[in-house]
């Protein structure tokens, strides 16, 4: 009877100490950057919640093998043992690509203040974005920048993950273009092109692209005509543009004068080819006289009341007298 109360004895004790054991984990995914005792072995006991370490980088792994764990155990009060040499745990830190766009905001107000401009184009040479843990949202800070204003290069030093042991420093190269938003050609323009809606379109360029004075509002472009076409993509240059011409030299134009409640309209002939707004003189092919018209559309032009026509000269008539006698003049 003794030696079975023995034995009973023995089996609880055996099975007591069972259960106060720690066991091995075999695949941890990290949240943090750090590694604590429970991320090695389950029931560690009091000191669970022990920093051990820093963890591997977001997006990689480290193994624990069976000695160094069995160390840690020795060295932290942990009642574990190594089974067989090939024990190990293996921890995993999930990781995920900064956003591009991340990296351009940070280097953004740098590069504008090194005189490339807020609205500058950045160009980064052979970017790998950095894994970054995915639950910080700390955002990377510019440490250096250097940014030469003829090349438009710059390099920058980036960290990133906030400061401290964990945090990842980043080299970036690139370039950097000032920017202005201007009016630019869909498609080729052929010389003598008059510019519509559709050919021109308002769009953020290269400043680098301004070759001269460039059209700035949609208003400067519209209705000219150019003088040798336009690329697709460039600014248009105030040189290249003139006024499309709505009365052609040689063409007929319809004239009007108004003067109170009387209003006449009348055929003459464009002596001048001009556009909107321009001055043209026009001849009144019956009594000859020619007037100043200012071009209000195509093959229209007005002139303006009070205006006086100048007549033909007739043999032996004065010089003084050429603009003498308006009343005889059927031209209104």
């Known amino acids: 009877m003794r030696t079975r109360f023995l034995a009973l004895l023995l089996?609880?004790?055996a099975l007591a100490q069972a259960a106060s054991a720690a066991s091995l984990r075999d695949m941890v995914t990290l949240s943090g950057p750090l590694v604590?005792?429970?991320?090695?072995?389950?029931?560690?006991?009091?000191?669970?919640?022990?920093v051990l370490g820093p963890g591997p980088a977001p997006g990689g792994r480290i193994v624990v093998q069976a000695a160094q764990l069995a160390a840690i155990a020795e060295q932290y009060g942990v009642d574990w043992k190594p089974a067989s040499p090939a024990d190990q745990v293996i921890l995993e830190r999930p990781?995920?690509?900064?956003?591009?766009?991340?990296?351009?905001?940070?280097?953004?107000?740098?590069?504008?203040?090194a005189g490339a401009g807020q609205d500058c184009d950045i160009e980064l040479s052979g970017l790998n974005p950095p894994l970054v843990d995915p639950h910080d949202t700390t955002a990377p800070e510019v440490?250096?920048?250097?940014?030469?204003?003829?090349?438009?290069?710059?390099s920058a030093i980036m960290?990133?993950?906030?400061?401290?042991?964990?945090a990842q420093r980043l080299r970036l190269a690139g370039r950097a273009f000032p920017t202005a938003t201007l009016p630019i050609a869909t498609h080729r323009l052929s010389p003598g092109a008059v510019v519509g809606p559709d050919d021109v379109q308002i769009a953020r360029v290269h400043v680098d692209l301004q070759r001269g004075a460039v059209a700035r509002r949609l208003d400067q472009a519209l209705g000219m005509q150019t003088l040798h076409g336009a690329e697709a993509?460039?600014?248009?240059l105030l040189d290249e543009l003139t006024r499309a011409p709505l009365v052609l030299k040689g063409g007929r134009v319809a004239v009007s004068i108004?003067?109170?409640?009387?209003s006449v309209t009348e055929q003459g002939l464009a002596l001048q080819s001009g556009g909107m707004g321009d001055h043209?003189?026009?001849?009144?092919?019956?009594?000859?006289?020619?007037m100043d018209g200012i071009v209000t559309g195509p093959g229209n032009a007005r002139v303006e009341p009070g205006s006086m026509p100048i007549l033909p000269r007739q043999p032996g008539q004065p010089p003084d007298m050429m603009t003498a006698g308006i009343a005889q003049a059927s031209f209104p």
């Not at 990781?95 to 203040?113: N, Q, V, W």
């Not at 993509?233 to 248009?236: A, D, Q, T």
């Open 11 to 13: 089996a609880t004790s």
């Open 36 to 50: 604590r005792l429970s991320d090695l072995f389950a029931d560690a006991g009091a000191g669970a919640n022990r």
């Open 95 to 113: 990781g995920r690509a900064m956003p591009r766009a991340t990296i351009l905001t940070a280097l953004r107000p740098f590069l504008a203040d």
């Open 143 to 154: 440490d250096q920048l250097t940014y030469d204003a003829a090349s438009h290069r710059f």
């Open 159 to 166: 960290t990133i993950g906030g400061g401290g042991a964990a």
């Open 233 to 236: 993509g460039k600014p248009l």
């Open 258 to 262: 108004s003067t109170g409640a009387l």
């Open 280 to 290: 043209v003189q026009v001849l009144n092919p019956i009594s000859r006289a020619m």
